[in-house]
């Protein structure tokens, strides 16, 4: 067993929990994983409920913090269960992409050289995944234990949610009070923890193609080398390339209408936060709701700039090769590889917008822009 597939299967209980979270595959898992999803829906579905309730016993309407804290939560909400039914249809594309996965790490090169690029870029995947997993759910679970604790400091922000049936005679006494402010801490705990659990699943998936895409660079910069001593080094970069372009594809067809929405809530939390913070200088609140929106896309925008540049470069490796010194038919093979790679590959959101670091500044400008026209109104 090499050393990559022994630590890719001490990871796989936790992978595995992940994609069964991201597609909703329920029943076939453990219970124990199958009891935590399935309350991290019910939890989140009461929760969603609860702030529609809060909403719609609005008397009279005016756009403040509390308002503009529901809207967010709801729209994050509405994110959490979208992904998780785009996820539930889309159940098919996740066991592919991670069965081929599975198969990249259990694969085994004769050439000890090759060996040691697919160890080196592997490991590396699974300690950044192992570093976002920990320090990710963490930072979350944190900054939701925070927004908590600072909106009981503030009452005059308010509740954010409503619980029906309570008798007019507990809202006045001050352990209720208190409670409620520790249930709303708590909901917002858990879908903070919620979203971030399922953006470190698509981190994994995103960390393996990146990892696949950097083996098959330094295949290629080895072309000079190994073609010399291995006749069919040539298909073995064919086939390590089919594959890239298959797990990128299968990725972008996972996120793409998810990714979609998260870049519409980005722009949306942004122009919010911005208005509130040019009026609000000192809100710390403002501050976390700009760093919260920030959260909801910029690293899928990352992963995307990160799959676009790689991709991109792969051609860009291949003409500093020997081409020229090949045999005729070696040629022939080499211009297939190259045309695969002047393709370009990349992650787009509804199939249309590209998503990269690009995409996300261009929504930052135009969030600061609306920003700017509605505080100008409102002089």
Same mark, same amino acid.
């Given at each position: ?58 008397? =009279? ?25 785009? /996820? ?26 090759? @060996? ?38 503030? @009452?005059?922000?308010? #509740?954010?949610? @409503? ?14 009070? =208190? ?21 470190? /699943? ?11 895409? =950097? ?34 594809? #299968? ?25 509130? #913070? ?17 959260? #909801? ?83």
């Amino acid at each position: 067993m090499t050393p990559q597939l022994e630590e890719f299967l001490k990871a796989k209980p936790r992978i595995d929990f992940l994609i069964a979270y991201l597609s909703l595959k329920v029943p076939s898992g453990p219970r124990k994983n199958c009891f935590v999803i399935l309350f991290w829906v019910f939890i989140n579905i009461l929760f969603f409920f609860f702030v529609i309730l809060h909403l719609l016993h609005f008397e =009279n309407f005016n756009l403040n913090f509390n308002t503009l804290i529901t809207f967010l939560s709801i729209g994050g909400l509405i994110e959490y269960g979208f992904r998780l039914l785009v /996820g539930l249809f889309k159940r098919q594309k996740f066991e592919k992409l991670l069965l081929n996965i599975g198969e990249m790490y259990k694969e085994q090169q004769e050439d000890e050289g090759l @060996e040691q690029i697919s160890k080196k870029h592997l490991m590396n995947s699974l300690k950044v995944f192992k570093f976002c997993d920990r320090v990710g759910i963490r930072l979350f679970v944190t900054a939701g234990v925070l927004s908590g604790v600072y909106f009981r400091l503030n @009452e005059d922000y308010g #509740l954010m949610f @409503e619980l029906p049936f309570i008798a007019s005679d507990f809202k006045d006494n001050f352990l209720w009070n =208190n409670f409620l402010y520790a249930l709303q801490g708590f909901f917002y705990v858990y879908m903070a923890t919620a979203l971030m659990t399922l953006d470190v /699943g698509i981190v994994f998936l995103g960390l393996q193609v990146i990892a696949e895409i =950097n083996i098959l660079r330094d295949y290629m910069k080895m072309l000079n080398e190994k073609i010399k001593t291995d006749p069919k080094f040539l298909k073995k970069i064919i086939k390590r390339h089919c594959s890239v372009i298959e797990n990128v594809n #299968l990725l972008n067809e996972i996120i793409s209408e998810t990714s979609f929405y998260q870049l519409i809530l980005t722009c949306n939390a942004l122009l919010f936060g911005m208005t509130f #913070l040019i009026t609000y200088a000192t809100g710390i609140g403002n501050y976390m709701i700009i760093m919260c929106g920030a959260s #909801l896309s910029l690293p899928i925008c990352v992963f995307g700039e990160i799959i676009k540049n790689k991709t991109d470069d792969l051609s860009d490796n291949l003409y500093l090769t020997n081409w020229y010194e090949l045999s005729l038919k070696d040629q022939k093979t080499f211009l297939i590889i190259l045309r695969m790679a002047q393709r370009e590959y990349g992650l787009k959101a509804a199939g249309m917008y590209d998503v990269n670091l690009y995409t996300f500044i261009q929504i930052s400008k135009i969030a600061f822009s609306y920003c700017a026209v509605l505080y100008s109104l409102s002089q």
